[in-house]
């Protein structure tokens, strides 16, 4: 039995739907799963603290009786570290490491949690190299990139809308401010300023957040309410029509170190793969975990996070509409053969020492990135 710790699922976080993803991944491979998740066990901070101590107790029941452990997230190892002493000897232990919860100061308080595993699990080499090169003697890091369920693949992808139909799918939320919107807004102002933007354009922005309100005065400020549609979160039926609708995603999402050592930017970027499933190009940073998916200029592009220079890339696009159809049709294609849930499943596999079928082998080496 393979033991599988994550946060609670039932939110609708990325890394949440990833659990869940390979929850069902190992048990189609006829592996029997145990997920345990710390949940509220009633309201305020003490039915927070209830959460924790069943989680706790879950664990120490489960924990002696699990083949293997792991972990998807780098701070949930503490628990399991007070459980040393229940843990079978060499029972596998793996994490999976996603971003910014082991990138910049943030991997000081889990690197020896870390370092005491079998093996991590990286979203993306970007995450993995950004480890790596940290000083110290550090476990096997596998790469495996997440997978995105969002869009069927077999869909035929919708015709471009007219005009320029902008996307960002992102948090509102003022602590994450490094996802983009203000550059976006930036960008417009420019473009505005220099000679009016067109009509038949449309930046669309599906997300909530504390930081909504602020953004939306700034909106108002610039001139720019025409352009700008604040749709709020959407359920997965609504996010899948306006993917297929728009023109293409952006997120303009920028790595960066802060003076205080915190770490921003991208650790894979589901939404870009989710984006490339439905015949969609993106415009992103050069920097992150979202360049194991988009190759500058062929099925996205990748710019520095500076307004002058997405301003550019916007007219540059709105004048050549067949830029955005063959990279879009790029962004499929890349998304089915390197990204598909069949690679996802035999790098997690691979990843966990798990015996794979040879048809399994042979597409793993397919699904090479």
Known sequence: MILLISYDVRRRGGIERLSLQVQACLQQRGQAVRLLCPQRLGPGGLGRQLGRLWFVLQLAWWLPRATQVLSMHALLLRPLRWLGPLRPRRQPLHCWIHGIEVWGAALAGVQA????????????????ARVQERPGSWPPIAVVQPMADLIDASETPAPLPPGLRLLT???????????????????????????????????????????RLALAQECERLGLRPWVRFLGGLGDGELRRELRGCSLLLMPSAYGIEADGRACGEGFGIVYLEAAQAGRASIACRQGGQTDLIVDRHNGWLIEPQADDLAALLLELAANPEQLAEAGAAARSRAQASFSAQCFQARLLGSLGLQTEPSARGNSTRCAV
Do not use: M
Request: glycine share 12%.
């Open 113 to 128: 949690d870390l370092r005491r595993c079998t093996g991590l699990i990286a979203s993306s080499r970007f995450t993995q």
């Open 169 to 211: 799918v992102a948090r509102l939320d003022a602590g994450e401010r490094y996802k983009g919107h203000r550059l976006v807004l930036q960008a417009l102002e420019q473009l505005q300023l220099r000679g009016g933007l067109p009509a038949d354009w449309q930046w669309r922005v599906v997300g909530e957040g504390n930081d």
